[in-house]
Each structure stands twice: as structure tokens, then as C-alpha cells.
């Protein structure tokens, strides 16, 4: 491939035949662009007469307030990026020349050697410092590391400079040695397009996998939930305020008790903005351990620390140009509060062990059944994070302050669950409906459909005739504005107590064919564990058809 009078000397550099070889194979087999860079630079930083190797990446400006070379730019649109760098210096062991951070880590297109070859797409050549010095900015620098040559390559791929591989040398460069810096160059521009498009295609996956995932939980969710169900007028303000902020990028606030439907709401701000075909992501706050917190929500790359067997997307990235729901975020710890306020207010973010910084165009809406006002004057939310997340907030009231959806809801559910369940279709009586609308509902929707649940379950014979509460066990009391089953208020003795037992539990029976077991089972429709029912019908001697 290269001839082997390419050898070394004392005073001309040249490049050996063999490492070059191996440096272009496995710059092909490269899938991304960090171990893309990485490899070439430390290859040629190999080479006894290199002392330093470079990379720069035409990018969008980011630094443009506070770069130093900022009055050489013309747009502040594109500039050069130092993404890789090797070597050696000759006159400090304690300066780290593979830094990114010094002062030639952006070069405006057209500025200096560097900015020039990426303008004009041409190599910028010096042979011998001592005898060409005008593209040397630093002249003593040079003298001082022993520098003698430079080299510029474009990295180009049809037609278009995508970034600058320069070296450094400490002998005069020999013209076979551009040529294969050239080539190196050349191979390294379709090697950066392949690594980008094995990034873009690992990006895609993995964020198509996560939000597969989230949709999958999302209709779940969605079919259990019911939508919105309801006529009442705190339904309609909701629904009126969702109208005005949805079309909006504005953080949404979502205040109520706990079951009264914030995610709802936060779906529907979803469906009906602009993102509604990019992913809506949910985070429940209380669930993150701190140590997990950057991790579950920047992402990181396999290998950053223990456990970190694979690259994460992070929820972050994983919502990209979507739809971040925040659930319970009074829940959130003050530290880890102030790791999201700055993302909120940066708009940037880094992977836990990779330092490329990442655009977080994400809308933010968060719930919570605290009351953050107080949270804040008591210390235990962050005012700034607070004023961040409240630009609109939404009140969802509990479901005893809207009675009037009761019938509606109730009626949803239960025809949802019977179908669900392949059981004929039916609905609540009157009297099944007033004893719902006089419980007062503590744990609100919520607890409304885990209720209907059981009653779907337990009516498979005579629904109409099931007093609800009754056979739903002794978890659901109804407030005091519902009365007593016992007429004007009579005491009962025990005997009374144990007969009145015994009879409900024969009802029971006689309801269910005899059996105890399973969901169409006495003991369910009693609310009992199956061994309990058991131990009670020895009890009681009660036979069994």
C-alpha cells in the first residue's frame, strides 16, 4: 500500500508503513465519534517526531459572548471545535496537551491557520519553521517544544470540510509524509460519517425502545383511566385552562390530592400541544434514589461507574422534543432539586461519564399534593425551582367537591371493567348510585375505580341486588351523611350479632353456588380471605349445598 523507503531520520519526518496501515483498518470499524477521535490522535501521537495531534470539528457556535478570538469571527453562526487532542510537552511534564479546554478550543472559519484551511478547504503546510514562520502565532512556543514542521489537513467528504487534523513535528516534514497525512485525513472524514450514522441509528434505537416502553405504560394507563368523564363546572374549568396553556411550551403546575387525576391532566396538555407525536415521559419524583438521580435523568454511557453495563438515554433525552412529566416533585429532595432547576434553566445537559453537552428541548409539567407555597417557607423546596415550575398552574379539585361526576364515572367503569372481565353489560341502580355519591371519597377517582373493580368482580349473579358496600368488605365506610343499616338506630346482643353473621354468610353462599374460591367466590364477595370464610362456616356450623 505505502512504499517502505518512507523511514525515519534524524533530520526529515516520515511515516512507518506498518502503523499506518493499522491505524486506517480500525479507523473503519469505529462506531462512534469520540473512540474515532480518540484513536487517531493517540496513533500519531505515537510517532517519536510527532509532539502534538489535533482535531477540529466545524460546529454551531456556543461560546460565542466569551471566546477569545470572537472579533476574528464574522457570524458567530460556525466555528472549529477542538474535539480531540495528544501529546507530549518536551519543556513541562505537568501540562496535559489532550485537554479541550485551553485556548484554542474554538477557531473562527477563516481565522489563523486553522480557520483557514477549513474556509478555503486547502492544507496549510510549514516544512520548517525556522525557515517559514508566518503561520506560526506562537514562534517561541515552537522553539521552546522543539518544534520544527506543521501540518493541515481538511477533513473532507464530497466536497464539504467537515473539520482540520493538523500534527505538530519536531523534524522538517518530507513530502511523502503530507501525502499520507492526507490519506489519514481523507479516511478520516468517511470514517467520522460512518461513526456519525452508527451514533445517529444507537441514538434512535435506544430512544425508540424507551418511548415503546412509555407509550406501552401510557395506554395502559389510558385504557384504565377512562378519560376525561364528567360534566361539572370544576371539569370544564380544567378543561378550559388545558385549552389555553396546551398549545404553549410554558411549565404547567398540575395541585390536587392524591387519585384526582393530575396525570390525566398531563396527558391531555400532551395530546393537544405541538409535541403530541413526540413522546410524553413520565418520572415519578419520590422514586429516584439520589444516587441514581443523574443517571435516571441525564442518561450515562456503559462504563462510567458500577453497574453502568450499557448506555442509558436518561428521561431526559428520552423526551426529546416531547413532553417531561414530573409526578410528585414536592417529593424531590432539596440537592436533587437544584440539579434540575439547572437543566431548566440551562436547557443543557451531560451523560454521567461523557462529556459532551446535549440540548434538552423538553416541556415540563409537574404534579404534586403538596402545597409547594408552604413547602418553600418551611425550607423544603427551592422558591427559584418553585417559580420555574409555576409559571400555569392547574387545580384538579377532589372528587367529593364534584358529586356530579359520580353517576358518570361510576357507570364508565363499570362498563369498562364487565367488558373487559366478558360479563353482560349493566348499570348501577339509583340506590347504588346515592350510596356513592354520599361516600366521601377519600382517595378519589382512584379509589372510585378500585371499588367499581371489586363490585364487577362480585356481581357475578344478581348485580342489581348487591348492597354495595356490604360486599365489598370493611374497607369502604360511608360518611356520616350516609345512615346506618340498622333501622332507628337499634343495638343488637351478641347472639343477634353471630345470627345476623351467620345469615349473610348463607346468603353469600347461596349467591355463589356454594363456592368460596376465586374471583366469583363467597369469600370475595364477603371481602374475606378464603381461609377466614373457612374457619367462620366451621364456626358457625353452616352446611354447604
Known sequence: MFSN?????????????????????????????????????????????ISLARIWLVKNGDICSSCSLRSECCNQEKCLHLVASAGQSV????????????????????????????????????????????WILHPDWAKQECINGFAGQPMAFHGETMGVLAVFTKSEIAQPALDILNIISNHAAAALVNARAFEKIEELTRRLEAENNYLREELLSSTTYGGFIGQSASLQRILQQIDLVASTDASVLILGESGTGKELVARELHQRSARRNRPLIKVNCASIPKDLFSSEFFGHVKGAFSGAVANRVGKFGAAHQGTLFLDEIGEMPLEQQAHLLRILQEGEYERVGEEKTRKADVRIIAAT????????????????LYFRLNVFPITVPPL??????????????????????KRPVFHFTPAQIQRLSQYSWPGNV????????????????APTNLDFFNCLGTETHPT???????????????????????KNIEEALNQCRGKIYGTDGAAKLLGLKPTTLTTRIKKLNIARD
Open 5 to 49: 523507503t518512507f523511514m525515519a531520520d534524524e533530520k526529515t519526518f516520515h511515516f512507518r508503513n506498518e502503523k499506518i496501515q493499522s491505524l486506517l483498518l480500525e479507523m473503519g470499524l469505529q462506531r462512534s465519534t469520540d473512540s474515532l477521535f480518540s484513536l487517531i490522535v493517540n496513533r500519531l501521537a505515537q510517532f517519536p517526531n
Open 91 to 134: 519543556s513541562d511534564n505537568t501540562v496535559d496537551w489532550s485537554r479541550l479546554d485551553g485556548d484554542h478550543r474554538r477557531f473562527p472559519i477563516g481565522a489563523r491557520k486553522v480557520g483557514h484551511i477549513a474556509a478555503t478547504g486547502s492544507p496549510v503546510i510549514v516544512k520548517s519553521i525556522s525557515k517559514d514562520s508566518k
Open 369 to 384: 399534593n403538596k402545597n409547594l407555597k408552604e413547602e418553600v417557607e418551611k425550607g423544603r423546596f427551592r422558591e427559584d
Open 400 to 421: 367529593r367537591k364534584k358529586n356530579e361526576d359520580i353517576p358518570l364515572l361510576a357507570n364508565h367503569f363499570l362498563k369498562q371493567f364487565l367488558i373487559d372481565m
Open 446 to 461: 382512584r379509589e372510585l375505580q378500585n371499588i367499581v373493580e371489586r363490585f364487577a368482580i362480585a356481581s357475578s349473579s
Open 480 to 502: 356520616s351523611q350516609t345512615h346506618s343499616f340498622l333501622p332507628n338506630e337499634q343495638i343488637l346482643t351478641e347472639k343477634e350479632m353471630i345470627q345476623l353473621q351467620k
